[in-house]
């Protein structure tokens, strides 16, 4: 299995700023990827960040409103941009540690923007 | 592109009964891979069980089992003997070939009665 942290559990934020969520893995990972969940949905997919490369993104999501980082292969942050009420949402890092194999997940951030 | 269906946003079920949640999925690929994770109120991703598509064997955990319909695009899982822990979110994901992000379905919310 994976070990993976994601800071912060849950934050209120003011509209119009910025959140950056962090998540660290116990151990190098290829691929990781960023899901929003919004109150009773499902996962959608906001982006698979790479690491040495920009991260790759899913239509309806800009790199200026969700940048990633990945400095390393243990470690991204996702920066939620100039909030709005409706970025209200759980958002969570997600890592496969090898091919073909089970999804880990962070235990999420809820971010609700007011 | 893969899509994954949970026809079902609701189900209940008596304690120490069993129930079934139902999925389908649609693929052209051949090679894959499909889960059922659990979300309970911590918001945590959860594991259940996973099934590979070129295995005709049913995948078993414990009181989880499900029935892989691989030609009718079918992945039901099985709870016996429900518990109240059982009580959460329970998302059909599937899973490519390579590194590549889970597809998730919408999500059943099993209610478990005492």
């Known amino acids: 299995s994976a070990v993976i942290s994601q800071k912060p559990s849950r934050d209120i934020c003011q509209r119009g700023t910025s959140l950056t969520i962090q998540c660290q893995v116990d151990?190098?990972?290829?691929?990781m990827f960023w899901y929003r969940q919004q109150p009773g949905q499902s996962l959608t997919l906001i982006a698979t960040?790479?690491?040495?490369?920009?991260?790759?993104?899913e239509s309806g999501f800009v790199i200026d409103k969700f940048p990633i980082s990945r400095p390393n292969l243990t470690f991204s942050t996702l920066t939620v941009s100039n909030m709005s009420p409706e970025d209200s949402s759980i958002y969570l890092c997600s890592v496969a540690r090898a091919v073909n194999t089970e999804a880990f997940f962070g235990q999420g951030t809820r971010l609700t923007v007011v | 592109a893969q899509t994954v269906t949970q026809s079902q946003p609701e189900m209940s079920v008596q304690e120490a009964e069993t129930v079934t949640l139902s999925c389908t999925y649609d693929?052209?690929?051949?090679?894959?891979?499909l889960f059922w994770y659990k979300q309970p109120p911590s918001r945590q991703m959860i594991l259940v069980i996973r099934?590979?598509?070129?295995?005709?064997q049913n995948a078993t955990e414990n009181r989880f089992s499900v029935n892989f319909q691989k030609a009718a695009k079918s992945f039901s899982l099985k709870i016996s003997d429900s518990q109240l822990g059982d009580a959460a979110m329970y998302f059909c994901a599937w899973g490519g070939s390579g590194n590549t992000p889970l597809v998730f379905g919408k999500g059943t919310r099993l209610s478990v009665i005492a």
């Open positions: 151990s190098q990972v290829t691929m």
């Open positions: 693929t052209s690929e051949s090679d894959y891979y």
């Open positions: 099934q590979e598509a070129y295995k005709q």
């Open positions: 960040a790479n690491q040495g490369s920009e991260a790759t993104y």
